[in-house]
């Protein structure tokens, strides 16, 4: 007769704590679930097509000087309407033209990029900065040999990247990139298709990388 009573007891003991686990797993879900968080979108404007096409006319026919003067048009119109992703593309397109028709063409493509993040708002200024990044970056590897037989500069100009040394080259190179991930809760909640036009995309790529902040 005890071992009955055991065994009851057993039973019943299992089921209280399997309905526990239940009861738990249910409020887990319905009362601890984080709130999902509101996505931030923002208008994308005009994307400029025929502006573009008569860019892509000209270059093709070898006039890039007024291939980059329609690009300056564009980049103003982009400007007055706030359009964010058409000031980015503005940007990078006008400065492969410079880097045709200019002697010092990145100085002064980095030196316009700088000034335009530093006036940016939210979320044009993260990419920007993401962009001085890479530019940074790609100065370094273009001219890696200068850098490894340049010894440490104390007297070197801050606005002459020819004059630095490795050290201040990455410094800079990671600032920009810390300056773009900086409004993290923001990144994390921008739709990474708010930069569709100047992103390169790659299947899947939206589904591992949704946000800013991945990208």
Excluded: C
């Excluded at 006039?63 to 564009?74: G, M, N, Q």
Aim: hydrophobic letters at 40%; charged letters at 25%; a positive charge.
């Amino acid at each position: 007769m005890k071992s009955k009573k055991v065994v009851v007891l057993v039973a019943i003991g299992i089921l209280l704590i399997t309905s526990s686990v239940g009861i738990f797993s249910y409020a887990n879900v319905s009362f601890f679930k984080p709130k999902q968080q509101v996505l931030l979108v923002y208008a994308k404007g005009s994307a400029f097509v025929e502006e573009w096409k008569k860019v892509d006319s000209l270059e093709q026919h070898g006039l890039s000087k007024s291939a980059l003067d329609e690009v300056e048009k564009i980049l103003a119109k982009s400007r007055t309407q706030n359009n964010h992703q058409q000031i980015v593309k503005a940007l990078i397109i006008k400065a492969k033209f410079q880097s045709y028709l200019e002697e010092n063409a990145f100085k002064l493509t980095l030196s316009e990029i700088e000034k335009e993040a530093e006036g940016a708002t939210y979320p044009l200024k993260p990419m920007l900065h993401s962009v001085i990044a890479e530019l940074y970056w790609q100065y370094y590897q273009n001219n890696r040999w200068k850098f490894y037989n340049r010894t440490t500069t104390v007297g070197f100009a801050q606005d002459d990247i020819e004059t630095w040394d490795i050290t201040k080259i990455i410094e800079r190179t990671i600032h920009h990139y810390l300056l773009s991930i900086k409004d993290i809760d923001e990144l994390k909640r921008t739709p990474v298709n708010t930069f569709e036009d100047v992103i390169i995309k790659k299947d899947s790529s939206e589904k591992f990388r949704p946000f800013l902040y991945d990208f």
